[in-house]
T-cell receptor, first 109, second 124 residues
Framework: RKEVEQDPGPFNVPEGATVAFNCTYS??????FFWYRQDCRKEPKLLMS???SGNEDGRFTAQLNRASQYISLLIRDSKLSDSATYLC??????????FGTGTRLLVSP | GAVVSQHPSRVICKSGTSVKIECRSL??????MFWYRQFPKQSLMLMAT?????????EQGVEKDKFLINHASLTLSTLTVTSAHPEDSSFYIC????????????????????FGPGTRLTVL
């Protein structure tokens, strides 16, 4: 079983739609969680951290459920520029990031 | 903001040759640098963690004699793929973690890693 699991997608949505991605992690010792965005053939870029209380950054909302070991990312009012792969990341050890395989999002006009 | 560069961005080599990839932190000192590998449609997998002035720590299954890592200064780490084979063809990405977040006021963030643009290695 992979340590961080995501639905690979792709999720095909029209502009303006709301889309949600889910992620589960198996290491209960994981302390910190993040969503990264990766464009094709590029490096990942930090989108946002995920806190137990839930956090929002503009159109993006992230939630963490420690009891279920589940993380989510909600994107509202999707833009064409949101098309990318979204990587769920868990961190147990202070330095080691464990990446999921990513969920691909395609936003169409 | 923090900038990490990698060189080369793309390399094609013959089987059996060695390839060196450089990772530089341009505007901060990186006490720790990380090397990842990403195969098509797979996740980034940590290969090794390097701390300036000490030996790298390799993840399970990564051959330290094949993937040589040198972190000789606070701004430069190199990964050398020795005797490369076609199965080593992959996207190699480094990241760097500063002692404190560049540009931040009043202390550091969690310990954000800043990623380089990656090096695409093709071994023929």
């Amino acid at each position: 079983r992979k340590e961080v699991e995501q639905d690979p997608g792709p999720f095909n949505v029209p502009e303006g739609a709301t889309v949600a991605f889910n992620c589960t992690y198996s290491n209960s010792a994981s302390q910190s969680f993040f969503w990264y965005r990766q464009d094709c053939r590029k490096e990942p870029k930090l989108l946002m951290s995920v806190y137990s209380s839930g956090n929002e950054d503009g159109r993006f909302t992230a939630q963490l459920n420690r009891a279920s070991q589940y993380i989510s990312l909600l994107i509202r009012d999707s833009k064409l520029s949101d098309s990318a792969t979204y990587l769920c990341v868990a961190q147990a050890h202070i330095e080691k990031l464990v990446f999921g395989t990513g969920t691909r999002l395609l936003v169409s006009p | 903001g923090a900038v990490v560069s990698q060189h080369p961005s793309r390399v094609i080599c013959k089987s059996g040759t060695s390839v060196k990839i450089e990772c530089r932190s341009l505007d901060f000192q990186a006490t720790t640098m990380f090397w990842y590998r990403q195969f098509p449609k797979q996740s980034l997998m940590l290969m090794a963690t390097s701390n300036e002035g000490s030996k790298a720590t390799y993840e399970q299954g990564v051959e330290k004699d094949k993937f040589l890592i040198n972190h000789a200064s606070l701004t430069l780490s190199t990964l050398t793929v020795t005797s490369a084979h076609p199965e080593d063809s992959s996207f190699y990405i480094c990241s760097a973690r500063p002692g404190s977040t560049p540009g931040a006021s009043g202390g550091s963030s969690y310990n954000e890693q800043f990623f380089g643009p990656g090096t695409r290695l093709t071994v023929l």
